[in-house]
């Protein structure tokens, strides 16, 4: 990908990407000490719009990571919104967007603390490459991995040393033949994927682990959530899942902002219901394309306009 063209945002200004340095010792880089979003936006060809996606939940998780980190983002959520906003605009972007503010420890020093170490808050824009090709329905195992455990690094917060938890998962999943990983949390429980939380349908009813297992609390879980209640009327138990019950799912999927809606065909070589996508997962995924494509106005103020909004330009 071509970042030299990108316009980021950092530390209250607007720059090019590659004068935006960060330094070898940064402690975010060294010790993993940030928590960061991952937001979308989508392009609207026949709108000449870009629509950006429950930014407001993001922002204000973002925060509540940074605070769990014992940091502070230098902007509330509005004028996070607005800074997004006006720096889409500068970049001018006419395609599918993923935005990736982040908040690190930027000492450059040695000492591993949160303490007397000052933060770098930055949001970089880039276009959306495709991430988890579902199209054909997804073939996951059980990781050998276990999900973090909220008693060592909290997962309901976006850290970025966390992460490494997921790649390991993800890694092993692909080395060995399959697309995802599903991670249990350290008692044998169901957990998340290592980029998405999960869905199964069992008997007509939705089942996702609830927020004590260890997951991210997802924006598109909770989006999900509310479709599947409002739209389809159907039952949604958040509780604890054992592994046994992957295999007996009628449904699998699993959701997130990169992924989306991805359904899942088989687990640890068993099959999913007949292997097809199935009605509810794909009542959901196509409601949620409509949703995020500004096509179901009773979810429009999900969606931040950005070239039509007679936004202000924010204050910075
Ligand atoms: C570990 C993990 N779980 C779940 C999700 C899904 O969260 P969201 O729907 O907010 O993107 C993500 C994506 O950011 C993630 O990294």
Excluded at 58 to 75: C, G
Aim: with cysteine.
């Amino acid at each position: 990908m071509d970042l030299s063209d990108i316009t980021v945002y950092i530390n209250g200004r607007f720059c090019r990407y590659d004068e935006a340095k960060v330094g070898l010792l940064t402690h975010g880089l060294q010790y993993g000490t940030g928590c960061f979003e991952g937001i979308r936006g989508y392009w609207d060809v026949a709108e000449s719009e870009m629509y950006l996606v429950l930014l407001r939940e993001h922002y204000d998780r973002l925060s509540t990571s940074a605070k769990i980190l014992t940091m502070k983002i230098p902007h509330t959520t509005d004028e996070l919104i607005d800074i997004t906003v006006d720096l889409v605009r500068r970049n001018n972007f006419r395609t599918d967007i993923y935005l990736r503010p982040c908040i690190f420890k930027s000492a450059e020093d040695i000492g591993v603390r949160l303490h007397n170490v000052p933060d770098t808050f930055a949001i970089i824009p880039v276009p959306f490459t495709s991430y988890l090709d579902a199209s054909k329905g997804l073939s996951v195992c059980v990781s050998s991995w276990r999900r973090a455990d909220d008693t060592m690094a909290p997962p309901r917060a976006k850290i970025t040393g966390l992460y490494v938890n997921s790649a390991l998962a993800k890694s092993e999943a692909v080395n060995n033949g399959y697309d995802e990983a599903i991670l249990l949390s350290h008692d044998g429980h169901v957990s998340e994927g290592s980029a998405e939380n999960l869905f199964l349908v069992r008997n007509g009813a939705l089942y996702t682990p609830d927020p004590s297992q260890n997951v991210l609390e997802g924006c598109t879980r909770r989006a999900i959530m509310q479709i599947a209640q409002e739209q389809l009327k159907i039952q949604v138990i958040e509780r604890s899942i054992d592994r046994g019950e992957l295999y007996a799912a009628e449904e699998l999927f699993f959701t997130g902002t990169a992924a989306g809606i991805a359904h899942i065909v088989s687990v640890d070589h068993r099959v999913v219901g007949d292997g097809k996508i199935g009605p509810i997962s794909k009542q959901l995924s196509e409601i949620y394309q409509g949703v995020v494509r500004n096509k179901v106005p009773a979810y429009a103020d999900w969606l931040t306009s950005v070239y039509s909004a007679a936004k202000k330009p924010a204050a910075v």
